[in-house]
């Protein structure tokens, strides 16, 4: 694990040939979190347009019922 001092630590990307960004390891960890939350959505949304159905997308539901 990472203590807090861990979390202000800075990452470099290069998303692009000579493109240099800068980010905190506790955003990236964030960021990674919120990524995968927005996917599940816009596979809910798609299930929902061509089946007309509803699922339960939480992750806390789904690791409870396991």
């Known amino acids: 694990g990472f203590d807090d001092a861990a979390l202000l630590d800075e990452v470099v990307a290069e998303p692009a040939q000579g493109m240099f960004l800068t980010f905190r390891r506790g955003e990236t960890m964030l960021q990674i979190a919120q990524h995968g939350t927005h996917h599940?959505?816009?596979?809910?949304?798609?299930?929902?347009?061509?089946?007309?159905?509803?699922?339960?997308?939480?992750?806390?539901?789904?690791?409870?019922?396991?």
């Open 40 to 66: 599940r959505a816009q596979a809910l949304n798609m299930l929902r347009r061509l089946a007309d159905i509803s699922l339960q997308m939480s992750i806390i539901v789904f690791t409870r019922r396991k």
